[in-house]
C-alpha cells in the first residue's frame, strides 16, 4: 500500500506537519517501520521523515563527561564514535549486539526507543547510565528521564505529535560495565538481556550497583532497591546472587517461543547476576568514568 | 581427513578442481527464476485460507476483478467448470487441488490467484477477494489425526500414477492414515521374552523449514505454437513436465519446463509447488505469468516432518540386539506431497543399521490440518537416527559399555542382511564411526561424563558447565528403482556439451558432470558446457535429490560420453590404422596407448569423418537402477536399493548448567562418499548438511498454535549462522568404491545430516547424565530435564553455586 | 492506494540516474525492476539475510528495509559495480578460489559485506569476521569456506596496496 513520504527540514517543522495529520507517523532510520508493513500493519498514509534534519544525528560531549547523542544518530555511528567508546564503553559494547551491521547502518538511537520493542537490546545499557531523552511536541520541548519512558508492550511516555531529538547521558560515577545478550541461537532476539553498572569505594566495597534487563517484561526493567542491599558491602557471589533474587522478583516475562515464564524468569535471575559479578570485575580492573582513566580493552 | 587425489595430475576426477560456475556466481550475473523477465509478464498473488479446516460456502471475487491492472482471478470453483483440466496433482496421492475446492485443510491454503500487471496490485487484488467459510473440526497433530472418529482431512484419495514406486499405495480406508509401512523378520514378541533387559522410549523430532534464500518462483507462459513453457525453480523438471502435461491434458512435447541456477533446494522444490497455478494463471490470460512466493509464504508450503518414534529394543546380557520394534507416526499436513515415499524409506531404516534378527516396523504417514511436510535434506532419516541412535545409546550406557565399541560390535557388515533382508553392500559404516571418534579424541579425558567443572570465567562472567562427548551412525537407501538419462557431444574443436537434467542447485553437479565428462573424452573441464535442465532438450531424470545425482546422473553421463569415445575412436583407429582397444584421450588428443605420439588432435579426427567444421559426435545413455518391492506384509525384499550410503558423527559439547545451553566445541562428521569426484565439494555437502544439522538439533523449530505457524519470518525463525557454527567441524571423507558408481563414486549431499542430532544428544547425555528425547534441544528443555532427574543433585549444586568463593 | 512520485537523483556505480519513484519504493526493488541490477536479491525482506545487500555512501545497508527515497542524492554501489573493466574484484577472485559460494544465492551480500568489512578494518581477526558477518546467512553453509575468502581477499588488497 503506498504512502507519501514528507520531509521536513526542521524540527519545528516535522512537528508542525504532525499537527495538520494527527495519524501521520514519523520516520527515522525506518527499519522497524518497513518490516511492520510487510507484516501487513497498515501504514499511515503520510510518514514523516527525520533523515533531512540537519543536525539530528550529532554526538557531542556533555557537561562534566557525560554525552549528547542525536536522536538520528544510527546505532553504528554511536556504537564506533570515539566518545562513547571512551566514556560509556557499555554502550557500545551493547549496541555491537544489535541485530547487523547493515541493520545498525540504518536504524537510530532515538528510533530505536520511540519503537518501545520489549526485546531490544539498547534500552538497557540507557537505563543504567541514566539517560534522558529530550522530545519535541507541538507545545514544546521537555526531557524524559528514560527510567519513565518505557510504559508497555510499544507503549512510551511520548506524546502524539512528539519527536524524540536527543538523548542525553549524564556523566557516571568511575564504574565497570557491562551488557550480556542471552539468545537461543546467534542471531536470535534476546531471550534476556542484561545490563550492570557497578561503582566501587577505594576498599572495592560498593557504592552503586545498577541494573536493567530487557525482554523479561511487556517494558524494559530497571531493577530497583539494589542499592539498599549493595551498598557498603564486598562483591561476592553471595551479595551477586541476593541482587539477582531481587531483580528475578521485579521482572514479569511472558513466555514466548524463547523461553516459557519459568525459564525467562530463571534466566532473568542467572544473567542478572552474571552480568553484576562481570560489571563489578571490570569495575576492579579499571574503572571508566567522570575523570578515570580510559577503559581497559 | 582422507586426501584424495589432489596432487597435480593430468586427471579431471578426484581432483578439486575449480567450480564451472565461478565467474558467474561472484558476478551476481548468475541467473535464477526470480530475475527471470518475460516481455509483457504479470505478476500473480495467491489468497490463502486463515482457516485450518473449513468448508468453503461462497467466494465472492467481483471487486478483485476489477481493481486497477488486475487480469485474471481464477478460484476452485472455476477450475471444476475448465474442460480438459484435472485440477489435482502430487506425486504419490493426487491430493492437492491447484485452488483449494470445496474445503481448506490448513492456514495457508491457497483458496483463489489474482494475476495483474504488478506485484502489488496482485497482493492488493488477492485481499479484495470476499471468502465466507463453515469451519470445520480440525485435526492439528497426530495425536488428534488417528484419533477414532477424528475429521478426516481428505474424503477421498486417488493415487498418482508418476513413480514405480508408488503406484500400488494404499490409503487407510476412513482414518487419516494416507500409507502405513510395515516390516515384520523373525518374531519379535518371542524374542523380547527372552531378553535380558528390555528398553522402551519415545522420541520426538519437531517440524523444521528448508528456508532456501531463494524462495519457490515459477514463470509460465504460452507460445502461439501451443507450447507450454515453465522456466521454474524446481528440483524435478521431468516429473514437473509429466504433472503439467496430465494436468492441462498437453502432450509431453508441449510443454517445456526450463530451470536456471537454483538458489537453494534442500528438498523443498521437488514435485509440484507453484507450477501448476503459474501455468493456469498463463493459460487463462495467454500472457506470460510470474508468481514468487513471500518468505512467509514460503514457511507454509513445505516443512520437514515432525515425527514421534516408539522404539522398543529386547537386548540380551551380553549385549546383543534380539528384538527392535518401531512405530514411527510422520505427521504429513494436509497434503502427502511426497510423504508415503519417506515414510516407506525412512521406515525400512528405522532400525538401523545392526544386527538384529527381529524387527518389527510400523511407519504411519498421517494427514492433519497442517502446512504440508515433504523432502528435507535426509529424507525422514534423520528423525528416526534420532530415535534408534540415542536409545542404542542408552543401552551401551546401561550394559555400562563404551558407546563406540558396543556400535562397532553391532554394526552390520558387508554381506549380513538388512531388516528388510537385503544383503548389505560396500557399507563403511564402522570406517566412518572409527574415523569420527579418532577425530575427537573418543576414549582420551571424557569420554563418558567428566567431573563437575569448576566455575570458568570469560571476560569476568562467570559459568559453571559440564562436557561430554558422544558419537552416532546412520544409513540412508538411495531410491530406487529411479532413471537418468543424458547426452553428451563433442564438438569438433574438442569442446563437448552435456544435456542433463541435473539442476545445479549449489551442489557442483555441473562441475561434476564437467569433470566426468573431461576424464572421459580427454578433454579440459572448463571446456565442457553443461545445459541446464529444459525437457524440450535434456532427457528423463527422476529428480536431483536423494543423493542420488553422482551416482545416476554420472553414470548416464559417462556412459554417453563413452559412446562418444567410441564413435571418435573408430574414426581414428582407420586413420592410425590401429585397433580401437588400443587407444586412449586425454589432452585433446587421441593417441596409441603405447606409442603415445603417434595420435590425431581431436580437430584432426573430426577432419577426418566430416567435410564441414563444427560438427559434432553425440552418446546418449540412459542408466537405470532396478528394485524389488518391498512386500506389503513383511516389508522384505532381496534388493530395496543398489546403494547404501552412511555416516557417521561426533560431538563434544559444553552444557551450561545454570542456563541448559548446549554448546558444541568440536564436531566431526564422516561420511562414504564411495571415490569422491571432487573431493571439496564432497567436503562442502557433508560440513553444509552437519551445521543445517546441528541448527536443527539445538534451536530450529516451527512453532504452531491452533494450526496457525506463528514463527514462519526470518525475524523469528532460527537459522544457523555464522557465529552457530563449532569452533572445530571437520568434514572427513571414507573411500569405500561402490563397483557401480562412476569412478567409484556414491552420492554425499545428505549423508552427512542422518547422525547429527543423535551425536549431540548422546554427548549432552555423557555430559549431564541426563537424556533429552525431544529436539530442539532448547536451553530450558535440558535445564528442566535436569532438575527433573536429578532435583537433589541439582539443588546441592545450587547451594554450592551460591557458596563463597 | 498510489503513492505519491517524485523524481530523485541517484548515482548507482558510478553512474548518475535520474528516476522516477513512488514514495513507497524500497531501494532493492529500484535496483532490480528499474535499473535490471538483478545481483542484489531478496531473501527474507526483514534485514536478517543480508541477501540484498548494497553499500550505501560505502556503508553496508539491507536494500530490502531502505526507502528508495532515502538514497535520494547518495551513491550506491552493488555487486554489477565491483568487477572493473571486465576485471573481477579482489574480493570476488577470493571467493572463487576459496569457493565460498555454492547456490550463491547469498553471495552477492556476501562479498558486498566483505568490501565494507575490508574497508573498514584491512586486517580483521578471525572474531571480527565472524561478528560482521554474524547475519548474513547461508543456507548452504558454506561457512568456513568464506571465512577463507575474507582473508583471501584481506591478503590480496594488502598486496595490491589497496
Sequence with gaps: MGFDLLEPRTVAEAVELHARDGNAVFLAGGTALLILQRQGLPLPRRLISLRGIPGLDEITAGPGGGLRIGALATLRQVERHPLVVRRVPLLAEALRQVANVRVRHTATLGGNLAHGDYRLDPPAPLLVLGAQVRAVGIGGEREIALAAFFRGLFETALQPGEVVTELAIPPTPPSGGTYLKYALSSNDWPCVGAAALVALDDHGRCREVRLALTAVAAAPVLVRGLDELARGEPVSDRLAARLADIAAAQVEPVGDQRGSEWYKREMARVFARRALLAAARRAEAGPVGDGTKEPVA | ?805 | MEAMERQIRLTVNGQEHELTIRDNTLLLWLLRDDLKLVGTREGCGTGVCGACTVLLDGRPVNSCLTLAAQAAGHHVTTIEGLATNGRLHPVQEAYIEERGFQCAFCTSGFIMMTKALLDEIPNPSEEEVREYLSENICRCAGYPDILRAVQNASRKLAARGR
Excluded at chain 2, 489425526?145 to 477421498?156: F, I, N, S
Excluded at chain 2, 523430532?205 to 515459477?218: F, G, I, Y
Excluded at chain 2, 547422525?755 to 555423557?766: K, L, M, P, Q, Y
Aim: proline share 6%; aromatic share 6%.
Design chain 2, 1 to 805: 581427513m582422507t586426501r584424495t587425489g589432489e596432487g597435480r595430475d593430468a586427471r579431471a576426477v578426484g581432483r578439486s578442481v575449480p567450480r564451472v560456475d565461478g565467474a558467474e556466481k561472484v558476478t551476481g550475473r548468475a541467473a535464477y527464476v526470480t530475475d527471470c523477465v518475460v516481455p509483457g509478464m504479470l505478476h500473480a498473488a495467491l489468497l490463502r485460507s486463515p482457516l485450518p479446516h473449513a468448508r468453503i460456502r461462497r467466494i465472492d471475487a467481483g471487486r478483485a476483478a476489477t481493481h486497477p491492472g488486475v487480469s485474471a482471478v481464477v478460484t476452485g470453483a472455476d477450475l471444476v467448470q475448465m474442460p480438459g483440466l484435472d485440477p489435482y496433482f502430487g506425486p504419490a496421492f493426487q491430493d492437492q487441488a491447484i485452488l483449494a475446492i470445496d474445503k481448506v485443510r490448513f492456514v495457508g491454503d491457497p483458496v483463489a490467484a489474482v494475476a495483474a500487471a504488478t506485484r502489488e496490485a496482485a497482493r492488493e487484488a488477492a485481499q479484495l477477494i470476499e471468502v465466507e467459510y463453515e469451519e470445520l473440526s480440525a485435526v492439528l497433530d497426530v495425536q488428534a489425526a488417528l484419533r477414532a472418529g477424528a475429521p478426516l482431512v481428505h474424503e477421498r484419495l486417488r493415487p498418482s500414477q508418476a513413480f514405480a514406486d508408488l503406484m500400488g499405495i494404499e490409503a487407510e480406508r476412513q482414518t487419516n492414515v494416507c500409507y502405513h509401512f510395515k516390516l515384520r523378520r523373525g518374531d519379535v514378541e518371542r524374542a523380547f521374552a527372552e531378553a535380558a533387559h528390555v528398553f522402551e522410549d519415545t522420541y520426538t523430532s519437531p517440524a523444521a523449514q528448508h528456508a532456501p534464500l531463494e524462495p519457490h518462483v515459477t514463470v509460465a507462459w504460452v507460445t502461439e505454437g501451443g507450447l507450454l513453457h515453465v522456466t521454474s525453480s524446481t528440483q524435478s523438471p521431468s516429473y514437473v513436465r509429466l504433472s503439467l502435461a496430465r494436468i492441462f491434458g498437453l502432450p509431453l512435447s508441449k510443454v517445456r519446463v526450463t530451470v536456471p541456477y537454483l538458489g537453494g533446494g534442500y528438498g523443498a522444490k521437488t514435485y509440484d509447488k507453484l507450477e501448476p497455478v503459474t501455468a493456469l494463471l498463463a493459460l487463462r490470460t495467454r500472457r506470460p505469468v510470474k508468481l514468487q512466493l513471500t518468505r512467509e509464504e514460503e514457511f507454509v508450503t513445505i516443512h520437514k516432518h515432525a515425527v514421534t518414534t516408539r522404539i522398543r529394543t529386547g537386548v540380551a546380557a551380553d549385549g546383543r540386539l534380539l528384538a527392535r520394534e518401531v512405530a514411527v507416526y510422520w505427521d504429513s499436513g494436509a497434503y502427502a506431497d511426497i510423504a508415503p515415499r519417506v515414510v516407506h524409506k525412512s521406515g525400512y531404516t528405522a532400525a538401523g543399521p545392526y544386527a538384529i534378527p527381529n524387527v518389527k516396523i510400523d511407519s504411519y504417514c498421517v494427514y492433519t490440518n497442517r502446512p504440508p511436510a515433504g523432502a528435507f535434506r535426509g529424507f525422514g532419516v534423520p528423525q528416526v537416527v534420532w530415535a534408534y541412535e540415542s536409545q542404542t545409546d542408552a543401552i551401551a550406557t546401561r550394559l555400562g559399555l563404551d558407546p563406540v565399541a558396543y556400535r562397532r560390535a553391532h554394526l552390520l557388515r558387508e554381506g549380513d542382511l538388512f531388516a528388510t533382508g537385503t544383503p548389505m553392500r560396500s557399507l563403511a559404516v564402522i570406517e566412518c564411526l572409527d574415523a569420527v571418534a579418532r577425530e575427537i579424541e573418543w576414549g582420551s579425558g571424557l569420554a563418558g561424563s567428566s567431573p563437575p567443572a569448576p566455575e570458568v570465567r570469560e571476560a569476568g562472567v562467570p559459568r559453571r558447565v559440564l562436557r561430554g562427548k558422544g558419537v552416532a551412525v546412520g544409513i540412508k537407501a538411495a531410491l530406487a528403482p529411479s532413471i537418468s538419462g543424458a547426452t553428451v557431444m563433442l564438438n569438433a574443436d574438442g569442446s563437448a556439451s552435456v544435456l542433463s537434467s541435473t539442476v545445479e542447485m549449489g551442489q557442483g553437479s555441473d562441475t561434476l558432470l564437467a569433470q566426468i565428462v573431461a576424464e572421459a573424452l580427454g578433454v579440459r573441464v572448463p571446456d565442457v558446457q553443461v545445459v541446464h535442465p529444459d525437457t524440450a532438450v535434456t532427457p528423463y531424470d527422476t529428480i536431483t535429490a536423494a543423493t542420488r545425482s553422482t551416482f545416476h546422473m554420472g553414470n548416464a553421463v559417462l556412459q554417453a560420453a563413452a559412446r562418444v569415445r567410441e564413435q571418435l575412436f573408430a574414426i581414428a583407429s582407420d586413420r592410425l590404422e590401429v585397433d580401437p582397444d588400443l587407444l586412449r584421450a586425454r589432452d585433446g588428443r587421441v593417441f596409441v596407448a603405447e606409442a603415445e605420439d603417434r595420435g590425431l588432435t581431436i580437430p584432426e579426427v573430426f577432419g577426418a569423418a566430416f567435410q564441414a567444421a563444427g560438427t559434432t559426435l553425440v552418446g546418449e545413455a540412459v542408466y537405470q537402477t532396478s528394485a524389488i518391492p518391498t512386500d506389503h506384509e513383511t516389508g522384505q525384499s532381496e534388493r530395496v536399493t543398489v546403494m547404501w550410503f552412511v555416516g557417521a558423527s561426533a560431538a563434544e559439547v559444553e552444557v551450561d548448567l545454570e542456563t541448559g545451553q548446549v554448546r558444541v566445541l568440536r564436531f566431526a562428521t564422516a561420511a562414504d562418499v564411495g571415490r569422491p569426484i571432487n573431493p571439496h565439494h564432497c567436503r562442502q555437502q557433508i560440513l553444509g548438511s552437519a551445521v543445517t544439522s546441528i541448527g536443527q538439533t539445538l534451536f530450529e523449530c516451527l512453532h504452531f498454535e491452533g494450526g496457525q505457524l506463528t514463527n514462519g519470518s526470518f525475524l523469528d525463525y532460527m537459522i544457523a549462522g555464522y557465529r552457530d557454527v563449532p569452533p572445530i567441524i571437520t568434514p572427513i571423507i571414507v573411500e569405500r568404491a561402490h563397483p557401480e558408481g562412476p569412478y567409484g563414486a556414491k552420492g554425499v549431499g545428505e549423508t552427512g545430516a542422518l547422525s547429527v542430532a543423535a551425536a549431540i544428544g548422546n554427548a549432552v547425555h555423557a555430559a549431564l547424565g541426563v537424556r533429552l528425547r525431544d529436539l530442539p534441544l532448547t536451553p530450558e528443555r535440558v535445564l528442566q530435564a535436569m532438575r527433573e532427574r536429578e532435583p537433589a543433585r541439582a539443588a546441592r549444586r545450587g547451594q554450592v553455586e551460591r557458596g563463597p568463593g
